[in-house]
């Protein structure tokens, strides 16, 4: 049995008190990554964001159910949503470096957490670009502007950045979407090595990525009422081969999405 | 076969030619643009005109009073019988006044843009930012006497020797005035930071204050910076506040409680007065506009190539 991380329970968010998933229930678990496939606007990335509770950032979203950290509801009373983003990190569909050095995208996480210790911060930029893959094409830039790299090193210090609050979780939608096929490649690679240590949580419109990369798949599907619900979980290799549900076959043999 | 074609080809050839209606056309198109040209070039040779005036005046001042008297001499008395010719007073009075102005706009004003575009609820902001936009509106002829007759004697509770015309009523009036264009200013340029990088930095744990402090304000900076050089222009050009609640003492001082005199009101004095045209005394306001006019215009291409650079930060 594998070790669980995160999970949901009859999870559904409203945006100005219209459903836009519903009755989510879904177990991540520890060290793998976990695919959450399906057609635009199933909502894969309103799933995503209830994981680091971004959706706290949207006025009129709403959220039911429980979203089971560690065994902690993190939409509990007590919970500190600054403590809950550190220790599950997230990476955007578009690169979003800020436009500072390099140096100090990664060292941004730690500075706000007060670490000041510049021998410290050295260790943990450096640690974090070596994690990313990155370190060798930036070692001897690190304080030239992040806007000067390309989309696909944007990307990766990007990952590095949500490394350095050492997150025991990293939440990626669509990470590659924005970047040209060897771009990709890198960052599936390199999600495969973060797997080591890392849970895994990617959100792709891109079944052939899921299927390369991941240990998990959730199958995610709007019905006419335009309401998300989770068609299917497990195991990667059975959801792209042996799919229980008519609906998961059809999506994954193109016939629809 | 050959012919048919030749006479096919000959029917498409006439269609290609201007026909009456197509030169009228190409006219008219001509005619607007000169038109919009036109419209473009009037502030273009109003501003010339304007700087050909100064000079064309200026240079006989300064045929007779030498441009080293005219930046160091302590005292500035072309309407007495002792004349001294130094523009340091009134330099020191515009500094005085812009001094007091922007020590109060730049920060409320920055304060106030932050609150509007990081803090306040959509709602809020739809009402505040028009509000605020309201102060710009006002004449500032009613911000002379508010500062006259009601900041002056407010702060004469507070202040006792506080006189009647003094640069610091003036120049927290002016600062009110100015905090709505510098608000203004900086909101756009922080409401236009990518809500991205807002999400990014949340997804890092940074607080609100943090994402506001560590992110949105550095990325929004030179924009920032710009509205701040804009705004002392503006409170270096301002005249009704000054020429009302400022005083017409051209004396070298930094004391904000005393009355002094500012380039622009010296002009507006002169202006009104019944100096004769044509003197020297006369021509010393052409001589204090143009210092004015350089001073302002160094600011506003310092706050333009700011607010170019600014634009060049995301792709």
């Known amino acids: 049995m594998e070790e669980i991380v995160l999970e949901t329970q009859n999870l559904t968010v409203y945006y100005n008190g219209r459903p836009a998933i519903e009755g989510i229930s879904l177990r991540i678990p520890r060290r793998r990554i976990t695919a959450i496939i399906g057609p635009s606007g199933c909502g894969k990335s309103t799933l995503l964001r209830c994981f680091n509770r971004m959706n706290d950032l949207i006025p009129s979203a709403r959220v039911t159910g429980r979203v089971l950290f560690e065994g902690v509801d993190l939409y509990g009373p007590d919970v500190d949503v600054v403590e809950v983003r550190r220790r599950i990190g997230m990476v955007f569909q578009k690169p979003n470096p800020f436009p500072k050095s390099i140096y100090e995208n990664v060292a941004f996480g730690p500075r706000i957490q007060g670490i000041r210790d510049r021998r410290r911060l050295d260790e943990i930029v450096e640690r974090c670009l070596r994690a990313a893959a990155l370190w060798d094409e930036v070692k001897d830039k690190l304080h030239q502007n992040a806007l000067t790299l390309s989309g696909g090193q944007q990307q990766r210090l990007c990952i590095a950045r949500a490394l350095a609050t050492e997150p025991e979780v990293l939440l990626m939608d669509e990470p590659a979407s924005a970047l040209d096929p060897i771009a990709t490649m890198k960052i599936e690679d390199l999600m495969r090595e973060l797997a080591r240590e890392y849970t895994i949580v990617i959100v792709t419109h891109n079944m052939q990525q899921a299927a390369r990369v991941s240990d998990y798949t959730a199958f995610m599907l709007a019905g006419e009422d335009r309401v998300g619900r989770l068609i299917e979980f497990g195991p990667t290799q059975q959801i792209f081969t042996r799919p229980r549900d008519r609906r998961t076959e059809d999506y994954i043999t193109g016939r629809f999405g | ?315």
């Open chain 2, 1 to 315: 076969m050959g012919l048919m074609s030749r006479s096919a080809a000959g029917i498409y050839a006439a269609r290609l030619q201007r026909g009456m209606a197509t030169r009228w056309r190409e006219w008219g198109e001509l005619a607007i643009q000169g038109l919009l040209l036109f419209a473009a070039m009037v502030s273009v040779f109003t501003t010339l005109g304007i700087v050909a005036v100064l000079v064309i005046e200026a240079v006989p001042f300064f045929q007779q009073v030498s441009l080293i008297e005219f930046l160091t001499d302590p005292q500035w008395t072309p309407l007495f019988a002792q004349k001294h010719f130094g523009i340091l007073p009134l330099v020191a009075g515009t500094f005085l006044t812009s001094a007091v102005a922007l020590a109060l706009a730049m920060p409320v004003g920055l304060l106030s843009a932050i609150y509007l575009s990081e803090y306040a609820p959509a709602r809020v902001r739809a009402i505040l930012k028009p509000a605020l936009e309201v102060l710009a509106g006002i004449p500032t002829v009613v911000y002379g006497y508010f500062a006259l007759l009601f900041v002056t004697p407010l702060l004469k509770r507070v202040i006792p020797d506080l006189e009647t015309f003094n640069a610091l009523s003036a120049g927290l009036t002016m600062g009110i005035m100015i905090i709505p264009l510098i608000s203004s200013l900086s909101e756009d340029a922080l409401y236009a930071v990518p809500g991205s990088l807002r999400e990014a930095a949340y997804a890092l744990g940074a607080t609100r204050l943090e994402v506001a402090l560590r992110v949105v304000i550095p990325a929004a900076l030179s924009g920032i910076v710009a509205s701040f050089i804009l705004a002392a222009s503006r409170a270096i050009g301002e005249t009704m506040i000054v020429a009302i609640a400022a005083g017409q003492r051209p004396i070298l001082t930094l004391d904000p409680r005393r009355a002094i005199e500012t380039m622009t009101a010296y002009i507006v004095q002169v202006s009104l007065g019944d100096t004769p045209h044509g003197t020297l005394e006369f021509r010393t306001i052409f001589a204090v506009g143009l210092v004015l006019f350089l001073l302002t215009l160094v600011f506003n291409l310092i706050a333009l190539r700011i607010i170019e650079r600014y634009r060049e930060v995301y792709r």
